[in-house]
């Protein structure tokens, strides 16, 4: 497809478990961000990606969440141990690089709901 | 859908009437803005940005306007339309050494727009 997707659409999952969240950018987008959105709040930045180093982390909220981008396209948002608080919308997004600044464009989003 | 923004400012109009949705940023240093409008269940859409050596930048139908002195960002929406109902956002981003990480967003206004 032209845009980003996201895959599952929405995750239930119980507390402890692990999930992956998948995103597909753009491509030829070489930039790659995973945000996370509460309800009613902005998106808050977790971590980006330029090829398939991770530029930037400091948004992760702790060791629990690990991303992966192996090939420079395809990225997972890992979360191990999952818990309540950890429930939201989970978005990703990409841009032609980081170098710009470019629009980042953001897919559908995965929604997380943790019982 | 979801329901957002309990907590989020709201501006309400009548369709064919102009909007303007404000927003205060909080770097200084930031010098690319990002205006997105986000549906109810969807991620954020891209609608207009500006750099920082602009203080308007016109699209279809809005306009955005950046006044750097009090770090103040404005979205004006040219005959609304009950398609303009959603979550509006703006977003700052900044340079970081050789690239353009990540977003900051704002808190967000609700518009909505009625017949």
């Known amino acids: 497809g032209a845009g980003v997707s996201q895959t599952p659409s929405n995750k239930v999952t119980e507390k402890g478990k692990y999930v992956e969240l998948r995103c597909d950018p753009i491509?030829?987008?070489?930039?790659l961000y995973w945000y996370r959105q509460s309800l009613g709040q902005g998106p808050e930045f977790l971590i980006y990606?330029?090829?398939?180093?991770?530029?930037?982390d400091s948004g992760l909220p702790n060791d629990r969440f690990f991303a992966v981008r192996p090939e420079g396209s395809v990225s997972t948002l890992k979360i191990q141990r999952t818990e309540r608080g950890d429930s939201a919308m989970y978005l990703c997004?990409?841009?032609?690089?980081?170098?710009?600044?470019?629009?980042?464009?953001f897919g559908p989003g995965t929604r997380l709901t943790v019982t | 859908g979801e329901s957002v923004g309990l907590h989020l400012p709201t501006l309400s109009v009548q369709e064919g009437d102009n909007s303007i949705i404000n927003c205060a940023y909080s770097n200084s240093a930031s010098d690319y803005f990002i205006w997105y409008k986000q549906e109810s269940g969807k991620g954020p859409q891209f609608i207009i940005d500006?750099?920082?050596?602009?203080d308007k930048r016109q699209g279809q139908r809005v306009t955005v306007l950046l006044n750097k002195t009090v770090k103040h960002l404005s979205l004006q929406i040219a005959a609304t339309q009950p398609g303009d109902s959603a979550v509006y956002f703006c977003?700052?981003?900044?340079?970081?050494?050789?690239?353009?990480?990540?977003?900051?967003f704002g808190q967000g206004t609700i518009l909505t727009v009625h017949p």
């Open positions: 500006i750099r920082s050596n602009m």
């Open positions: 977003a700052e981003n900044i340079r970081g050494g050789t690239s353009y990480g990540k977003l900051t």
């Open positions: 997004a990409s841009s032609l690089n980081g170098g710009g600044p470019y629009e980042q464009y």
């Open positions: 491509s030829g987008h070489t930039a």
């Open positions: 990606f330029q090829g398939t180093g991770a530029a930037d």
